[in-house]
């Protein structure tokens, strides 16, 4: 039997004061199109910006994507979403429940939300990768990390980076070995 996939996109919403480059929207795009045509499950937090964008490419490559809402109601969610995972649970719980759901986590751009899932994930070992140049935490975690690879002196997890949608993809791929 095939082994199903779940990649978690984790990336900031859209606000008025903090608008999305276009750029992270087209990477999270393509990272949702490429998701859907390797077969596997695209997970995120169902809502605006970062998570619409991936959901639609997930879509528009015939793909399953999977909303962790925040709250009880599926209106808040993308139009793009096809599971509904309404929780009550607010974002804060929402993410955490998100991060257990996926086998690895792919992150664009990002404010604290977006931090607190990459470390929920590196303490739970989820394989990591961060897409560079798509602004906010993606651009400077790389500032912090010990070694130059991982969020503390555990080592839980190596925090990879991607240029492309493609070589995050690639780098999944080796990580989950599924090559």
């Keep these: ?27 999270a795009y393509k990272l949702g199109l490429l998701i859907a045509k390797e077969g596997w499950i695209l997970f995120s937090g169902g809502r605006d ?11 528009d490559g015939k793909g399953v994507t999977v909303g962790i809402l925040p709250g009880i109601n599926i209106e808040e969610a993308n139009k793009y979403i096809d599971v509904h995972v309404t929780t ?12 257990h759901s996926v086998d690895a986590v792919i992150m664009v751009g990002g404010k604290n939300g977006t931090l607190k899932e990459l470390t929920t994930a590196y303490m739970n070992n989820k394989p990591i990768v961060i897409m560079k140049r798509t602004g906010g935490f993606a651009d400077i975690v790389s500032n912090i990390l010990y070694e130059g690879r991982f969020l503390d002196s555990r080592r ?24």
């Excluded at 974002?91 to 429940?97: A, I, Q, Y």
């Design 1 to 27: 039997m095939k082994r199903v996939v779940r990649i978690g996109i984790i990336g900031q919403s859209e606000r008025l004061f903090e608008v999305i480059s276009d750029y992270a929207r087209e990477v």
């Design 49 to 59: 910006g970062i998570m619409e964008e991936a959901s639609r490419g997930a879509k």
């Design 88 to 99: 009550g649970l607010g974002m804060d719980m929402r993410s955490d429940l998100m991060i």
């Design 156 to 179: 839980n997890v190596e925090i990879r980076f991607a240029e492309t949608p493609e070589e995050a993809v690639e780098i999944i791929k080796q990580e989950l070995l599924l090559k």
